[in-house]
């Protein structure tokens, strides 16, 4: 099962100031819906630890991510892949960066696909509650980045 989410955003910061942010686990992660932790292995590579839950299916998630492309100040992607309960997750999601007059505009898209037990069961359940979390965390970075 694919959800796929898209949409933008402007902040009064720099386009390198908005990609620093965006490229520093330690500083993005905590805004995650459901945030426990995140281990950085290397400037690219970290994994993060998140709470999921649909129903009675719930359990700790470890989301192992990349930054797969990282052009400063224009563009960072990331790739990752978990195992969640019930099933796995691979995840594709990006930001390109454009100056505007009095900051940065943020496009932001990316893709998630579930597999397993959990799309089977959670099936309807899963876009609705994906594209909510996806929102908190884009409200979070918009305020943080404020």
Do not use: C
Not at 2 to 18: N, Q, R
Not at 42 to 56: A, E
Not at 122 to 138: D, N, V
């Amino acid at each position: 099962m694919a959800i796929k989410f898209s949409g933008e955003f402007e902040v009064k910061k720099k386009p390198e100031e908005v990609y620093d942010f965006l490229t520093d686990p330690n500083r993005f992660a905590p805004l995650l819906p459901e945030f426990q932790s995140v281990s950085v292995q290397d400037p690219t590579h970290f994994t993060v630890k998140v709470n999921v839950g649909i129903s009675y299916i719930k359990g700790a998630a470890d989301l192992k991510m990349e930054l797969a492309q990282a052009d400063r100040p224009r563009r960072a992607q990331y790739k990752g892949q978990g195992a969640v309960a019930g099933g796995n997750v691979t995840m594709v999601a990006g930001f390109d960066l454009a100056p505007i007059a009095d900051g940065t505009k943020v496009n932001w898209q990316g893709e998630a696909q579930i597999f397993g037990r959990l799309a089977s069961i959670a099936g309807g359940l899963l876009e609705p509650l994906g594209k909510k979390q996806i929102q908190k965390l884009i409200d979070g970075l918009q305020a943080a980045l404020a």
